[in-house]
């Protein structure tokens, strides 16, 4: 198979050999950090290092004994999907004392160990930066106590620390996401959506209390994610006389005919004189000033338990992989460093930095800076709270501007989890705006049978939990009705259109941007936001719906896998969607540990098939009992999923036996994952931001008029940055006859996947992050904060 080009191959230029590494986890557990632990484990082994689990963090470093054990391949087999850490975490008062450390230090040399893998929190990392300090005065400790030989301190002079944040609380400065986050948010999220029936049923409100800690990352986009009528954070406490606001906020939503309402407070939320806001003092306050009937619910650590979500297993799997490539790059001089997500791409910040800003939260909040402090989280958080506030609280009709625009919003293609979510912020953000929104059912077909109608405010109240489309979606495109379409773009005045769909949504607004030569109708903003399952719209990395539709496959592959335990070998050929684009089965097998993905992108033959099989047959006799092959449905048109499953199941025989399944559309349905929720409420609301600039652009002489190439355009995210992008300059990244771009970031994951899964491969480190700045490490562009 053809290797990727690269200017860096990491197998030839990179090597582990007589190297060291110790990987442990400490502080409070976190989602995803066994799979963290898996991805070092197997990047250490396969670069040809010696990798140790420490269990039980510190305190098992300083123990020592069988807490410091040597890792194997099959060791971390079956990890991935594993909740929690399965090396043990605890918090370590004998760390914090020099003598503690000292027998760490003694502990680490005596098994030659100069590489350190830490994933915690920001107490744990600050921990590992002062032993890492420390060493070569506590080295020559040792020697002076004849503890270690003289020539000890010379072979490991040098401590190297790498970092991986794991936290449900996100309260890390520098990373958009920590590890642990998004799956927190998922278990969040489903007891809202679980409340929230319970709450319809009864007219209740609900006051839930989240985790965080100092943080507030947690309620406010869990907020965000379900539409909470109320949200309370340390980081921006609530103006003085915020109770008869909240008051009036329930009371005018109960009586626009919501049945329920719904409260979350951060477990540190405060006021302005930084007095703890309890859960029970909001209940007591409803219940006293409005007489609903009001229950309280506090998560707790549910919060912390379950299996990783997709979104974290990729993470934490791409951080493992980019901690053991920064530690064997690092020298003598190089700061200890923490591997970092921002937008889509991994980067390596130097560890103190990120603590230092962290800690200067905390002391802006204690000091009641609290604009300062929000700034200090990052644009991610400060985007969440604009963008919260903009859809939560509605100003008065007085207050609105008054613009005068039509904009009209509609979907084409097939259904995407989240698609809901991103129309009802485009609503709630035009009408802040001034502008009057449209709704057209049933796409394109349905714009020319005029099924178009205005919306308001509460009419999309409820709209960020439900998955599918609400407003009817097809794949018709326009240039079979566009003369009726203009029609009705006339007749209702329509002065700018957001089009959420899929690969049919560029063609359609390719179609809408050569019919500007004979329709002046379609002369207006027209923007696309990327919605499909299977991520194949050029001009970006990321489609609303593919993180929903991961989390399916992921969460099938786990029971599946789970059917065969306990009983003889197994292999699962599993077939999912996608088209021609192999996104779904590349990351989906990536988060499922397959051992082998077929897919379109990379073309296979029989002598591929063949080498796979037999690489399985070898890992079946020796370690794993489940194996787990996933082909995209398109893959190729001769090795079909039957093909594929007759091949393995002969070639198998008395060695594994074969199952097939096919998950089809079970890929596009369900509740909305948190992440597509905030991706398609952010997006969504920053292509209104761009439509409202682009009408007072184009309005001359009483009426709108839009005919450049920069009018038509597609909101993308693209590394780093959130992009806008004409589509006429997307034709020449586009293959039209396969729907797909031509160049995918994600490609650059299979090698990864294929390491992971025992396979020798060259893997492209081209794209590695190199050592920032915490200030000034994010682009410009990146105002609406891609990651969540």
């Known amino acids: 198979m053809a290797q990727p080009d690269s200017k860096k191959i990491f197998f030839e230029n990179l090597s582990g050999a007589g190297k060291a590494i110790a990987v442990l986890t400490s502080g409070g557990d976190a989602q995803g950090m066994n799979a963290a632990v898996r991805a070092v484990v197997r990047m250490g082994l396969y670069v040809g290092a010696k990798v140790y689990f420490i269990h039980e963090g510190y305190q098992g470093m300083v123990d020592g004994g069988d807490n410091i054990k040597e890792a194997s391949w099959e060791s971390v087999s079956s990890m991935l999907q594993i909740g929690g850490t399965v090396i043990g975490s605890a918090r370590c008062k004998e760390f914090r004392a020099h ?22 929190g920001d107490g744990s990392l600050t921990g590992a930066n002062l032993f890492r300090e420390e060493w070569s005065g506590l080295l020559t400790e040792l020697v002076e106590q004849g503890a270690i030989e003289e020539e000890s301190v010379q072979k490991y002079s040098a401590l190297h620390i790498v970092g991986m944040v794991g936290s449900i609380d996100n309260d890390f400065c520098g990373t958009d996401m920590t590890i642990g986050t998004d799956s927190a948010l998922h278990r969040i999220i489903e007891v809202v959506d679980a409340i929230m029936t319970t709450a319809q049923s009864h007219q209740r409100t609900f006051v839930l209390e989240v985790m965080g800690r100092h943080c507030g990352y947690l309620a406010l986009v869990s907020a965000l994610a379900c539409g909470a009528d109320w949200v309370l954070i340390p980081e921006m406490p609530p103006e003085d006389g915020w109770e008869d606001k909240m008051c009036q906020k329930l009371s005018a939503n109960r009586a626009g005919m919501k049945r329920l309402n719904i409260i979350i407070i951060a477990e540190g939320a405060i006021d302005q004189s930084n007095r703890p806001i309890t859960t029970d003092y909001v209940k007591d306050l409803v219940v006293k000033n409005l007489g609903f009937d009001t229950r309280v619910t506090i998560l707790g650590h549910v919060q912390r338990g379950g299996t990783p979500s997709a979104f974290d297993r ?18 003598a001089n190089t700061p200890a460093c923490v591997v970092s997500l921002s937008g889509n791409q991994s980067v390596r910040l130097p560890l103190m930095e990120c603590v230092q800003m962290t800690q200067a939260v905390q002391k802006a909040m204690d000091e009641k800076r609290f604009e300062d402090a929000v700034k200090l989280r990052g644009r991610s958080f400060q985007n969440n709270l604009r963008t919260y506030k903009l859809l939560a609280h509605r100003k008065p009709e007085s207050d609105l501007p008054v613009s005068n625009f039509n904009v009209a919003v509609l979907n084409v293609g097939a259904p995407a989890a989240g698609m809901n979510a991103a129309v009802r912020s485009a609503v709630r953000v035009g009408i802040s705006q001034g502008h009057k929104m449209f709704a057209v059912s049933d796409g394109f077909e349905g714009f020319s049978k005029g099924q178009i109608k205005e919306v308001k405010w509460a009419d999309v109240g409820g709209w960020t939990g439900q998955g599918g489309s609400l407003l009817g979606t097809k794949r018709t495109l326009p240039a079979k009705h566009v003369e009726k379409i203009a029609e009705q773009m006339k007749k209702h005045n329509i002065s700018a259109l957001l089009v959420i769909g ?26 696309i936001l990327p919605a499909t399952i299977s991520n194949n719209v050029p001009g970006t990395d990321l489609s609303i719906g593919a993180d929903t539709a991961l989390n399916a496959i992921v969460e099938t592959c786990d029971r599946i896998k789970q059917s065969a335990s306990g009983t003889k070998r197994r292999v699962f050929i599993i077939e999912t969607m996608g088209g021609y684009c192999g996104y779904l089965a590349s990351v989906g097998g990536l988060a499922s540990g397959a051992d082998a993905v077929y897919i379109y992108e990379e073309p296979f033959d029989i002598r ?44 198998g025989k008395g060695v594994f036996d074969c199952r097939k399944n096919v998950l ?42 839009a005919n450049t190439e920069d009018t038509c355009c597609l909101l993308g995210m693209r590394r780093r940055a959130l992009v806008f992008q004409p589509v006429v300059q997307l034709k020449d990244e586009t293959d039209f006859v396969h729907r797909i771009p031509k160049e995918q970031w994600w490609l650059k994951l299979r090698p990864l996947m294929k390491i992971l899964a025992k396979y020798k491969t060259s893997y492209d480190v081209s794209d590695s992050g190199i050592l920032e700045h915490v200030v000034g490490s994010r682009p410009k562009e990146l105002d609406a904060a891609v990651a969540m």
Request: charged share 20%; with cysteine.
């Open 502 to 527: 899929g690969f049919e949504a560029l063609e359609s607004l390719l179609q809408l941007y050569d019919a500007r030569q004979s329709f002046e109708e379609f002369c207006i903003p027209m923007c």
């Open 99 to 120: 003598e503690g450390r000292l027998k760490a230090a003694h502990n680490l040399v005596q098994r030659g160990i100069t590489n350190l893998c830490v994933i915690g």
């Open 314 to 331: 990729i993470l934490a799997s791409r951080m493992g992989v980019e901690a053991v490539l920064a530690l064997l790059e690092t020298t």
């Open 608 to 651: 591929d098939l063949q080498a796979n099989v037999e690489h399985l047959t070898e890992k079946m006799k020796t370690s794993i009992q489940r194996g787990l092959v996933l082909r995209n449905e398109n893959s190729n048109d001769n090795y079909t999923t039957d093909f594929i499953y007759q091949l393995y199941s002969e070639e």
């Open 664 to 705: 089809g559309h079970m890929q596009q349905g369900g509740a909305p994952s948190p992440f597509d929720r905030n991706f398609g409420t952010k997006i969504s609301a920053k292509a209104m931001q761009w439509v409202t600039n682009k009408l007072q652009e184009t309005f001359r002489q009483g009426r709108v008029f």
